[in-house]
C-alpha cells in the first residue's frame, strides 16, 4: 500500500509541473500597406517679368544679355529630365512672339514682319548636361553665346508649337535627354535634391542666362529651330524682312518631367 502511494505522489507531481508551465498565445496582425508616390518638384527663383528694351544701336549689334536670371533648383525621387521651351498665346502664330503694340507705320508690305520667332531667345545654363550623352548635336545651353557676326542655334530656346512634346534625339535639355533606356548618366539624371548637395556645384541646380540679339538689320539671326542647324531668322522670310518696332511678349517654361 506504501509503494501505490508514492506512484500516485509522482504522477501528481508530473501532472502539477507540466500544466505550470504550459504556454498560453492570442496572436492578433495588422497589415502595412506603403504607397511611394513619384515626386517632382521644381523650385525655380526668377523675376516675374524679364525686360529687354532695344533704344540703342549698338544694342541692336550686340544684344542684351540678363545674367543668371532664373535660378532652377531641382529635387525628384525617380529618374528626370528638364527642359525649357517658349511659349505665347499664339495671337501671331503658334510659334510666334505675341504682338502687344506697334511702332511706326512700317506695315508688311514695307519688309517689316510682327511674326517674330521665339527661338530667338537663347539660353545659357551655368553647368553641363551630364545626362545628354546620346545627343550628337548641341544636347543643352552650356556653350558660351556666340559672337555678333557669327550665327549659331547653340543656345536658340525650343520651341514645340505649344504642344506638350519635348525635345528629341537633336534637341537641347538642361537635365537628362530624350529616350528610354533611363540609364543615369546617359539620357536620364538619377533621382536626388538639390538640399542634399555640397554647395551650388550640382546636378540639380542650375543658373540661367538670356540674350537677345536683333542684328543690324533686325532680323534675329541667332534663330535656329530645334536641331541647331535650319535657321529660322527672318532672312528665311525674305531677303528685305526686318522686325516690326512694338512691343513684345512671350514666356520662357521650365519642364520637370520622369524620364521614359
Known amino acids: 500500500m506504501r509503494k501505490l502511494k508514492l506512484m500516485m505522489l509522482a504522477v ?15 496572436e492578433q496582425d495588422v497589415t502595412i500597406t506603403m504607397e511611394l508616390q513619384p515626386v517632382l518638384q521644381l523650385d525655380m527663383k526668377t523675376p516675374n517679368q524679364l525686360e529687354f528694351v532695344f533704344d540703342e544701336i549698338e544694342e541692336y549689334y ?7 536670371a532664373t535660378e532652377l533648383k531641382v529635387s525628384s525621387s525617380v529618374s528626370w529630365d528638364l527642359y525649357a521651351v517658349g511659349r ?10 505675341d504682338q502687344q503694340l506697334v511702332y511706326g507705320s512700317g506695315g508688311v508690305t514695307s519688309g517689316a514682319q510682327a511674326n517674330l520667332p521665339m527661338s530667338l531667345v537663347e539660353l545659357r545654363q551655368n553647368r553641363a548636361n551630364s545626362g545628354a550623352g546620346v545627343a550628337t548635336s548641341f544636347p543643352d545651353y552650356n556653350q558660351a553665346f556666340s ?26 535639355y538642361i537635365a537628362g535627354h530624350s529616350g528610354t533606356s533611363g540609364t543615369p548618366g546617359t539620357d536620364a539624371m538619377v533621382g536626388g535634391s538639390w538640399m542634399t548637395q555640397t554647395g551650388t556645384a550640382s546636378d ?24 541647331g542647324v535650319t ?4 532672312s528665311t522670310v525674305s531677303a528685305t524682312a526686318y522686325a516690326q518696332p512694338g512691343v513684345y511678349t512671350m514666356y520662357v517654361q521650365y519642364v520637370l518631367l520622369e524620364d521614359q
Open 204 to 227: 540639380y541646380y542650375y543658373t540661367v542666362d538670356y540674350r537677345i540679339l536683333p542684328g543690324l538689320p533686325a532680323i534675329f539671326p541667332m534663330a535656329f529651330n530645334e536641331d
Open 147 to 172: 559672337p555678333a557676326a557669327t550665327a549659331s542655334g547653340g543656345n536658340s530656346l525650343y520651341v514645340n508649337g505649344g504642344t506638350n512634346t519635348p525635345p528629341g534625339v537633336n534637341g537641347k
Open 88 to 97: 505665347s498665346n499664339g495671337t501671331n502664330c503658334a510659334e510666334c512672339w
Open 62 to 68: 550686340r544684344g542684351i544679355t540678363q545674367y543668371a
Open 231 to 234: 535657321a529660322e531668322d527672318l
Open 12 to 26: 501528481v507531481a508530473g501532472f502539477c509541473f507540466q500544466t505550470a508551465n504550459a504556454q498560453l498565445i492570442d
